[in-house]
């Protein structure tokens, strides 16, 4: 079946560590999304890709990395310089931005 | 940047009564669309809808461009149906693209 898988479901962080989010998507989509989502929030897009090797910033990207070196992956690293982690982090697919989204089941990054 | 504005942000309802959730938006959009959240974080998408009326079974949504704002309806709604309700659009300023998510509707539907 094709869809989004990122893993893992749950991570947990020490203070000035890295950590990275995987997402897979076998759905042939050349855009790729991540989002992150606090406790009674919204989502807020951190960065997008609409086609491999390049990516965009979004509205949040400080203390994030990401990377599109093939179609279906889209890594993001959280880096030590992201104050506030523990979040909810969810990537999506789509064909392009006007497109339908396809979300995976996310991941619940905590910091200990 | 776009607004997006959901109401109510949270209803609770008897299984079986019917609802309607609505979405204001501030600008011109190319791409809406409505997404449940379950209650393990997983996010379906409802409907692309960026304008006219879809039905897919018990729930079906309008969106009215020219008037910016989208409703989605829920009919003899079912404890499944809870969770929360997103509406998101699309807003192009140059060449970002990025969709903004509204704060969402939470729903609880009681057996």
């Known amino acids: 079946d094709g869809g989004i898988t990122q893993s893992p479901k749950y991570l947990f962080r020490k203070e000035g560590q890295n950590v990275t989010l995987s997402c897979e998507q076998n759905?042939?989509?050349?855009?790729m999304y991540w989002y992150r989502q606090d406790p009674g929030q919204g989502l807020r897009l951190i960065y997008y890709s609409q086609i491999v090797n390049d990516f965009q910033k979004g509205d949040i990207a400080e203390g994030y990395s990401v990377s599109r070196e093939k179609k279906e992956s889209f890594p993001l690293t959280v880096t030590s310089a992201q104050k506030n982690p523990t979040a909810f982090y969810l990537c999506a697919s789509s064909w392009g931005p006007n497109y339908g989204y396809t979300f995976g089941s996310g991941t619940r990054l905590t910091v200990v | 940047g776009i607004q997006v504005e959901q109401s109510p942000p949270d209803l609770i309802l008897q299984e079986g009564a019917n609802s309607t959730l609505r979405c204001n938006f501030s600008d011109s959009v190319n791409n809406l669309q409505w997404f449940h959240q379950n209650p393990w974080g997983q996010l379906i998408n409802l409907f692309y809808i960026p304008s006219g009326t879809k039905q897919n079974g018990r729930l079906s949504a309008t969106t009215v461009a020219t008037e910016r704002y989208s409703l989605l309806y829920i009919s003899s709604s079912q404890t499944t149906d809870s969770g929360v309700y997103f509406c998101a659009v699309l807003y192009q300023g140059g060449s970002n693209y990025k969709l903004t998510f509204g704060k969402g509707t939470l729903l609880t539907v009681n057996p």
């Open positions: 759905l042939n989509h050349d855009a």
